[in-house]
């Protein structure tokens, strides 16, 4: 891609370039924010401290050297579009909601103007570090602009960051300092080379980040591979101290005084990835982007789909929607495929909008999204249709997580779109939503978010085995496509400071049809020897002996995105940081089951369950039927009927009995552990398309057998007229990648409300809850 790079004038910005050059990039432009002069001599008076830590600049620009980046126009032989900071800096959060008088919208007119003199520009790279405010801020204006975002050292490890900075040849000095242990007399005019011991000395202060990103130090870049005419010389500058602290002193450099020393030997100053392509002498030109009247135009807002009134009579809906009063499953596919997987998704679209609303809710309350579409072909289309309804707008507090794969839906009378939402009665989740390309993890293109962290459950994404900087599936198969999935879920969870492999509740796993079964039997080799290694590893950097020991449930599906072999879809159990969640043993704990349907215990019932519990919090179970099962079933039921000499009567006759002993089963379980049907989040009960039994069979008979059971249990177990579980199409399930001939599948996750929670947060799906108290991302 060709690229714009925002540059500050730092080492960061400087070496995110050279990043963006190393993974194929080519930098083609410059763009800079100044301050005006008023922001630079502003009075320090009612500056404050945040712990040893002194804010007074925005994030988007440095206001020590500014006059000195004029010169990198000539140094790299590129244009330099530059532009006077006009707004403030304003809040914080997770979330940019555009804004007149920000200064955010002052890089979005600098962007604008670059994009307009060269509309080959289709990249911006950004030195951003750890700091989400800096990030996203780029993100919505490369979003606004349609630009992608190249971040390439987002969360990087800050040492060895800054080594390697000082390896490839960033020659720069510190300008400004404002942090304990930083003193201007003493190290303003210094290079980081000469310091680099000594800042990694003081990474032992709290929160000190090394590379300056939370404003610590400012640098100022004089020289690097990238300055392929000339460098930066200081020949004088001033130093300024801007507080006096016997602890916290604030100093700057000023006055600079400076020359530009030409370059002879070009190529002996260039590195090999690539940036002697740049290395071209040639005259940079400054361009200053002055005011416009149209400050804050969205030039590439999307188009939003407000959710037309939806004829009950024009379409027919299947509708689920569990119990749990703090967290529901809501799941919705037309009866009445319109053809068009377009259509059908916006149809099923406005349709859970207008749900949600009579309810009293919104997309804001949307914890998690299943997008389950019945060709991956057209997956840009669905994308194309979800964003409309669901967007950044219509979610402050954070997009929903999400996951799409295709499955058989056509097969067995689905729609050709079908959405299952995970909604919760408050706002209270902390979103992780990386758009920018990065060397981290897998980017989110568009309002989908990595992870979402709600009541103590973290639901990530879906994640493929893609290389992080350049977003290509890696080669190796599907074992190699596993263990990179794996590295990128792991790199998430880390950023809610857990890990799967000591935290996950339940792994999903994936496959596609493409895999054979001796692949998938070695991926499930690798998955297990890799949370094992990293479950020691994380033991020992713990110091303790406890982690979970997660349920894991393999799933079968035509394709995947990218054409991808394997997806993973974690759930992590994420603690208060009181202590770390123990584990809990899975076998029955051999109480007196009720007799329904004639069912009663019996040893092998507890090979059919998989099952992980936090005492009184959490209940993830995976339950499995196979033929063998099934026949077991038939032959015990002593409402057995004669054999039937129809193959099909059979098979529904098998399939009844063995829907009535999942929910005997289910029900027995949660029992014993103390959970009810009311705390079930999202009952999902997988059945293989090759059974040939559609959904208007499958339904009904389910939801037959959970009315006898509640009769029969006087258990609050149903939800008015519509069910509480989803039945999902499949090309197989099962406990093991290799055998997922399942007849039938369920997976089941309840989460039990604790009382001051409860009490502060009740409020039920039929009726707008009261919200007392709201929580952002932090």
Not at 418 to 431: C, D, I, Q, R, T
Not at 636 to 650: E, F, I, K, P
Request: hydrophobic share 40%; aromatic share 8%; proline share 4%.
């Amino acid at each position: 891609m060709k690229v714009v790079a925002l540059v500050t004038g730092g080492k960061d910005s400087c070496y995110a370039m050279m990043k963006s050059i190393h993974y194929g990039h080519q930098i083609v432009a410059l763009a800079n924010l100044f301050p005006a002069d008023d922001k630079v001599n502003a009075d320090d008076d009612d500056d404050e401290f945040d712990g040893y830590v002194y804010y007074k600049d925005s994030y988007l620009y440095h206001t020590v050297g500014h006059e000195v980046i004029v010169s990198y126009a000539e140094c790299m032989g590129l244009p330099l579009f530059r532009r006077k900071i006009r707004g403030e800096a304003r809040g914080g959060g997770d979330v940019y909601i555009t804004s007149q008088g920000d200064e955010v919208e002052d890089m979005f007119i600098l962007l604008r103007e670059v994009k307009r003199q060269m509309p080959e520009v289709t990249a911006v790279s950004s030195g951003v570090i750890s700091e989400d405010f800096r990030r996203l801020r780029v993100e919505s204006v490369c979003s606004r602009l349609g630009l992608v975002s190249l971040a390439y050292l987002w969360k990087q490890d800050q040492s060895l960051l800054l080594q390697e900075m000082i390896a490839n040849g960033i020659l720069a000095v510190i300008v400004k300092v404002c942090s304990f242990g930083l003193v201007p007399g003493k190290h303003l005019g210094k290079e980081i080379a000469s310091l680099n011991a000594y800042l990694n000395k003081l990474t032992g202060l709290r929160r000190f980040n090394v590379c300056g990103e939370r404003g610590e130090y400012e640098t100022l870049t004089l020289d690097c591979p990238l300055f392929i005419n000339a460098r930066i010389v200081l020949d004088e500058y001033q130093i300024v101290r801007d507080i006096e602290h016997p602890f916290f002193p604030v100093g700057k450099l000023d006055s600079f005084k400076f020359h530009l020393e030409k370059k002879v030997d070009v190529q002996s100053l260039t590195s090999p990835d690539n940036i002697s392509e740049t290395s071209v002498q040639k005259l940079g030109t400054v361009f200053e982007v002055e005011d416009t009247l149209e400050r804050c135009e969205d030039t590439f807002k999307p188009l939003e789909c407000s959710a037309d009134p939806i004829d009950d009579l024009a379409h027919k809906f299947n509708i689920s929607r569990t119990n749990n009063k703090r967290t529901l499953s809501l799941s919705c596919s037309l009866q009445d495929s319109c053809n068009d997987l377009r259509e059908d998704l916006k149809t099923v679209l406005a349709k859970i909008e207008s749900l949600l609303a009579g309810s009293g809710f919104g997309w804001e309350n949307v914890v998690y999204i299943h997008l389950y579409i019945d060709d991956m072909s057209k997956f840009s289309e669905a994308n194309e249709t979800y964003v409309k309804f669901i967007t950044p707008e219509r979610c402050p507090f954070g997009v929903p997580s999400c996951s799409t794969v295709e499955m058989p839906l056509v097969e067995m009378n689905f729609s050709k779109a079908y959405m299952e939402v995970l909604v919760s009665n408050n706002k209270a989740k902390k979103v992780l939503h990386v758009q920018s390309i990065s060397s981290w993890a897998p980017s989110c293109i568009g309002p989908y978010s990595q992870a979402t962290l709600h009541d103590n459950i973290l639901y990530m994404a879906g994640q493929l085995g893609i290389d992080p900087p350049t977003m290509n599936l890696c080669s190796g198969g599907a074992s190699a496509e596993l263990e990179l999935a794996l590295k990128n879920c792991e790199a998430v969870a880390k950023c809610f400071n857990c890990s799967i492999s000591t935290s996950a509740i339940m792994f999903v796993v994936y496959c596609s049809k493409r895999v054979s079964s001796s692949e998938r039997h070695d991926m499930q080799e690798k998955l297990e020897t890799i949370l094992r290694q990293m479950r020691i590893f994380q033991l020992q950097e713990q110091n303790t002996c406890k982690a979970l020991d997660p349920v894991v449930l393999y799933v079968l599906v035509p394709d995947l995105p990218k054409s991808a072999c394997v997806e993973i879809k974690p759930v992590l159990y994420v603690d208060d940081g009181k202590k770390i969640a123990t584990e809990t043993i899975t076998k029955s704990s051999g109480s007196e089951a009720p007799h329904y349907w004639g069912f009663k215990q019996e040893n092998w019932h507890d090979s059919c369950i998989r099952k992980l519990v936090v005492p009184g919090k959490i209940c993830a179970v995976t339950l499995s039927i196979t033929s063998e099962d099934a026949a077991k079933i038939c032959f015990n039921s002593v409402s057995a009927d004669s054999v039937n000499d129809d193959q099909y009567l059979q098979h529904k006759s098998l399939m009844e009995k063995s829907s009535r002993f999942c929910f005997y089963l289910l029900d027995k379980v949660m029992t014993d552990d103390g959970f009810g049907w009311e705390d079930i989040m999202s009952l999902r009960i997988y059945i293989p398309a090759s059974l040939q039994m559609s959904i208007d069979i499958l339904l009904p008979m389910f939801n037959k057998a959970l009315l006898e059971l509640s009769e029969a249990s006087q258990k609050k177990v149903l939800n008015g007229e519509e069910p509480i579980f989803n039945i999902v199409p499949v090309m197989g399930a099962g406990r093991s990648a290799s055998s997922v001939s399942n007849i039938i599948t369920c997976e089941l996750l309840a989460q039990k409300s604790d009382g001051d929670s409860e009490k502060h947060n009740r409020g039920d799906f039929g009726v707008r809850p009261e919200i007392s108290e709201i929580s952002s991302n932090d």
